[in-house]
C-alpha cells in the first residue's frame, strides 16, 4: 500500500510538473489548474502550519496553563481577529488599525536592520582599513569597493544638480549600481535555474529511473 501512494505521488509530481512547463507554450487551461491547485494547497498547508506550530503553542497553551502571567498574549489575539473582520464588508474598516500597526512596526525594525547591516557595515567596512589585503587584486577590489560605495551615494545626492566633477561621480556610481543590479539579476536567475535542476533531477530520477536520484 505505501508502494502504491508512493508511486501516485511520483506520477502525480511528473504531471503537475509537465503542466507547469505547458506554460513555456502558452498559457492554457491545464497551467491554470496546477498554478490554482498549488495555490491552493500551500494556502492549506501554511492554515494548518498557522494553527498548530504558532497560534497553539505561542497564544492558546501559554493562556491555559498560566493565564495571569500570559494575560498580554490576549492584545494580539484581539489584533488577529480584528484583522479577520475584514471578511465582513460592513465592519471591514476595523482590520485598517491592525494592518496599519502591522506594516509600520515591520517597516520600522527593517529599517533598522538595513541601516546597520546594509548602510553602517558598509561605510565601516569602506573606511577601516580598506587597503590591508596584501595580495593586489585585493587592493583593486578594496580599491572598487571605496570608488563604488562613494560614487553610488553621490548618485543618490539630489541636493544639486548633477553636472561637472559631481556629474562624473555620479555617472560612475550608476555604472557600479548597474553593475550590481545585474549581478543580483544573475543570482535570482541562478536561483530559478537551480530550480529547474531539481525538477529535472525528479523526473529522470524519481519518474523515470534514467539517473540516480
Same mark, same amino acid.
Given at each position: 500500500?505505501?508502494?502504491f501512494? #508512493?508511486?501516485? /505521488?511520483?506520477?502525480? /509530481?511528473?504531471?503537475?510538473?509537465?503542466?507547469?512547463?505547458?506554460?513555456?507554450?502558452?498559457?492554457?487551461?491545464?497551467?491554470?489548474?496546477?498554478?490554482?491547485?498549488?495555490?491552493?494547497?500551500?494556502?492549506?498547508?501554511?492554515?494548518?502550519?498557522?494553527?498548530?506550530?504558532?497560534?497553539?503553542p505561542?497564544?492558546y497553551?501559554?493562556?491555559?496553563?498560566?493565564?495571569?502571567?500570559?494575560?498580554?498574549?490576549?492584545?494580539?489575539?484581539?489584533?488577529?481577529?480584528?484583522?479577520?473582520?475584514?471578511?465582513?464588508?460592513?465592519?471591514?474598516? &476595523?482590520?485598517?488599525?491592525?494592518i496599519?500597526?502591522?506594516?509600520? #512596526?515591520?517597516?520600522?525594525?527593517?529599517?533598522?536592520?538595513?541601516?546597520?547591516?546594509?548602510?553602517?557595515?558598509q561605510? #565601516?567596512?569602506?573606511?577601516?582599513?580598506?587597503?590591508? /589585503?596584501?595580495?593586489?587584486?585585493?587592493?583593486?577590489?578594496?580599491i572598487?569597493?571605496?570608488?563604488?560605495?562613494?560614487?553610488?551615494?553621490?548618485?543618490?545626492?539630489?541636493?544639486?544638480?548633477?553636472?561637472?566633477?559631481?556629474? #562624473?561621480?555620479?555617472?560612475?556610481?550608476?555604472y557600479?549600481?548597474? &553593475?550590481?543590479?545585474?549581478?543580483?539579476?544573475?543570482?535570482?536567475?541562478?536561483?530559478?535555474?537551480?530550480?529547474?535542476?531539481?525538477?529535472?533531477?525528479?523526473?529522470?530520477?524519481?519518474?523515470?529511473?534514467?539517473?540516480?536520484?
Open positions: 500500500m505505501i508502494t501512494f #508512493t508511486h501516485l /505521488g511520483v506520477w502525480l /509530481g511528473a504531471l503537475v510538473t509537465f503542466a507547469i512547463f505547458s506554460f513555456l507554450y502558452k498559457d492554457n487551461p491545464v497551467y491554470k489548474i496546477a498554478e490554482q491547485l498549488f495555490v491552493g494547497l500551500s494556502a492549506g498547508y501554511w492554515f494548518v502550519y498557522t494553527i498548530y506550530f504558532i497560534l497553539l505561542n497564544m497553551d501559554p493562556l491555559v496553563s498560566n493565564f495571569t502571567r500570559n494575560w498580554y498574549l490576549l492584545f494580539p489575539a484581539i489584533l488577529g481577529i480584528m484583522m479577520l473582520l475584514r471578511l465582513i464588508p460592513s465592519i471591514e474598516w &476595523v482590520s485598517r488599525f491592525p496599519a500597526l502591522v506594516i509600520g #512596526t515591520t517597516s520600522g525594525v527593517f529599517f533598522v536592520r538595513y541601516l546597520k547591516s546594509d548602510v553602517l557595515n561605510l #565601516t567596512a569602506t573606511m577601516i582599513n580598506p587597503f590591508n /589585503g596584501g595580495s593586489w587584486v585585493v587592493v583593486i577590489g578594496q572598487l569597493l571605496v570608488v563604488g560605495t562613494i560614487t553610488g551615494l553621490i548618485y543618490f545626492y539630489f541636493s544639486k544638480k548633477h553636472e561637472g566633477a559631481l556629474g #562624473t561621480a555620479a555617472r560612475i556610481g550608476i557600479f549600481l548597474m &553593475v550590481s543590479f545585474g549581478a543580483a539579476f544573475g543570482y535570482t536567475a541562478m536561483a530559478r535555474i537551480s530550480l529547474l535542476i531539481g525538477r529535472l533531477q525528479f523526473l529522470l530520477g524519481d519518474w523515470l529511473g534514467i539517473i540516480s536520484p
